[in-house]
């Protein structure tokens, strides 16, 4: 008998892999759903029929086998697991938690799952919303070796294009290269975005040095020379990844570094970069917008000036 799975938190990241298990997963029952606020679940009702709505988190677990959780952060994983751990008989169930917390918090719902003899994968994710919703991720699955088999089948082709697999690992290992990883991507973007300033001031041109992008580093270095040649970095109603949860990590990562005698001089910098953002643009702010912040700190308005973005002229008569 296929088993009964359930999705709870629909977030950005989330909603989206939500609906990729939804339409490519080929799931015998609906994916059942749960979402603190309820309109998210509502809203991928509406779009997708193979999806039922939970009554609450507790209702999604008491019906569910193997359960994705997706949430902001450390504390909102921890008290959903404290409550599921003491409210429901979860024997037997398989949890993969999908959020970007620390290696202490993978560590302590780790213990509480072994303490009610349940399966537990932590399993971070690497890539933006946009890669989530054309499930390219790369999945960092870690766990006992039976639990990680077990959720395989949900993973390539599905959520993600690839997988790291860290079965029968710590859990707090993936947390770990979650934190290290984010190095490569922030510095990325502070690359690209200075690349970009520089092609601006020279006279080189955006467009050129997108064509070296492309030719050299298409994927992910590709995707935010886009964003940040539309406009994209600043202009969302939504964005893709938010300052609070950028900055968030990037402590984390600052703290790790400390802790462990390690200097990182660059990302201190884009770690500036990241709260001139959060100045500029409050919780709206997104992690492309460091190339608005080294913009202003080469004396560039902090706006790229697009097609959209262009003064209106007339001519006169």
Known sequence: MAPQLGFIGLGN???????NLIRK?????????FNRTKSRAEDLKA????????ESALDLVKKCDIIFTSLTDDAAVGELYSEIMQNVDVQKKTF??????TPDAANTIGVMAVACFADLVTMPVFGEPGMAERGVLTCIPCGASKAVEKIKPYLVGIIGRNLIDFSDEPHEKAALLKIIGNIFIVGMIETLAQGHTMAEKTGLGHENLHKFVQAVFPGGMEVYSTRFMTGDYFNRERPHVSIDMAIDLASQ?????????VKLRSYEVSKEH????????GALGDIAGIYGAVRQESGLPYKIETETTKPSSSLSS
């Open 25 to 33: 997963g080929s799931l015998e029952s609906p994916l059942m759903i």
């Open 274 to 281: 990241l709260e001139a953002v959060k100045t500029h643009k």
């Open 253 to 261: 990562v600052l703290g790790l570094a400390k802790d462990n005698g």
């Open 47 to 54: 779009e997708q029929d193979n999806c039922t709505i939970a």
């Open 13 to 19: 990241m989330g909603m989206a892999m939500a609906r």
């Open 96 to 101: 993969v938690e999908c959020s970007t917390i």
